[in-house]
């Protein structure tokens, strides 16, 4: 029998069971899968540690994040400049 699942799915499932702060039935009633199957998963992942495709992915993820905030960080601080200026312009 074929998995209906993929591995990026199963991986996604597994980290969201691990960090979400929800029960593994919570998790896996969400996702739509069994309970026993979401467990199994989890298992395996402790019996086969990170791997570095994926940790590599987090990564660029993370990287990617941080340049978005600081130029998010940035337009803030321009608009807050033009908010002054124009404050003080309309006195």
């Excluded at 990026?8 to 691990?18: D, S, Y």
């Excluded at 905030?69 to 003080?88: G, I, S």
């Amino acid at each position: 029998m074929a998995s209906r699942h993929g591995a990026e799915f199963r991986a996604e499932a597994v980290r969201i069971a691990l960090t979400s702060g929800l029960s593994r039935k919570q998790v896996a009633k969400d996702l739509g899968v069994g309970f026993s199957t979401l467990n199994r998963w989890i298992q395996k992942g402790r019996r086969d540690p990170g791997k570095p495709a994926t940790q590599s992915d987090l990564e660029k993820e993370i990287a990617e994040l941080r340049r978005e905030n600081r130029l998010l960080r940035e337009e803030r601080e321009v608009l807050k400049k033009a908010t002054q200026f124009f404050a003080e312009r309309s006195k």
